[in-house]
């Protein structure tokens, strides 16, 4: 079956009221509506109050569509992707996506009430770092960002011909020292702590990759609480901890519906923060069933 934005609108309305009644039958997807039910917010409201979701190229070329689509399951704050130098080791220059774009994205989503965030990928290259910090915080100011996330991963941590990983924290800490912002890193649960804890430190959080999907094998109720666990003995007590969630692959994890292994990550990660981060938009946007637990969670 091929979704439309209409279906998917359709779709939560409709889980919505299954959850509702929450009686004993079997749904459609064959998961008890109780299991809907159990994952209905209590009329305290949500423990999760600022929900986000990373998006990128899609949100861009449909942002009008995306926000509307943030908005309806109850997002608190998208995080732009500037830019996607996933692929790069050797040293680059440092680039965004078109400036207009991501102002126009950032602009529609802060008329419509969301928390605006901007995530770029990281280099431990002198010319990459300077150039970031020529171009990144005029870009925070055009698009009122609240926050700016270092994506730290294999750009980062695999890095050739690069500068020491303390020197290079030290020059993201020295040049973005003065500003209106705050600043966060992100990256995989098993990331090397003396490659990353540089960059950690000049942060004011960080955001584990705490991804439970049918591929991680990692358990949806322990999973944020053991990346956390790990990111703490890695990188102390300092930065608070905002858990990345996964939006992707959430069928075919064992013992689970699609349903039941979202909710198991949230309600592990609201044992640890009062935010998340969803990756990303674009796979709630593809699933209304993942949607749909998201949309749960506003109070």
């Known amino acids: 079956m091929q979704w439309d934005w ?13 959850a509702e009644r929450a009686h004993a039958s079997v749904s459609d997807d064959g998961d008890l ?3 809907l039910a159990d994952a209905t917010p ?5 423990a999760l109050r600022h929900r986000r979701a990373w998006c990128g190229l899609s949100s861009l070329a449909h942002p009008a569509r995306d926000v509307e ?5 109850g997002l608190t704050g998208i995080d732009i992707i500037a830019n996607d130098h996933s692929a790069a080791r050797e040293p680059r220059r440092f680039d965004i996506r078109p400036t207009q774009q991501i102002v126009t994205l950032a602009t529609m989503a802060r008329d419509a009430g969301l928390d605006v965030h901007l995530m770029s990928w990281i280099m431990p290259h002198k010319r990459y770092i300077k150039e970031a910090a020529d171009v990144l915080p005029e870009l925070m100011a055009k698009t009122g960002a609240r926050s700016l996330v270092w994506d730290a991963e294999e750009p980062w941590t695999l890095a050739r011909k690069r500068l020491r990983y303390s020197e290079a924290g030290a020059l993201v800490g020295e040049l973005f020292a003065v500003r209106e912002f705050e600043m966060g890193a992100t990256g995989i649960r098993y990331a090397p ?20 999907t049918r591929t991680s094998k990692a358990a949806p109720s322990t999973v944020v609480s ?3 666990a790990t990111w703490r003995k890695k990188f102390g007590d300092g930065p608070r901890m905002v858990p990345g969630l996964a939006a992707y692959r959430q069928s075919g994890i064992k013992g689970h519906s699609i349903r039941s292994a979202m909710q198991a990550a949230i309600d592990n990660a609201e044992e640890h923060s009062d935010t998340c981060i969803f990756w990303g938009l674009n ?10 637990v998201v949309a749960s969670l506003a109070g």
């Open 42 to 46: 209590d009329t305290q409201g949500p």
């Open 6 to 18: 209409s279906s998917i609108l359709s779709y939560l309305d409709a889980w919505r009221t299954r």
């Open 226 to 228: 053991k990346g956390v």
């Open 69 to 73: 689509f943030a908005k309806s399951i």
């Open 33 to 35: 509506d109780a299991e």
């Open 193 to 212: 702590a003396a490659k990353l804890a540089p960059l950690v430190a000049v942060c004011d959080y960080m955001v584990p990759q705490c991804y439970s």
């Open 283 to 292: 796979s709630l946007r593809k699933s209304p069933k993942t949607a749909a």
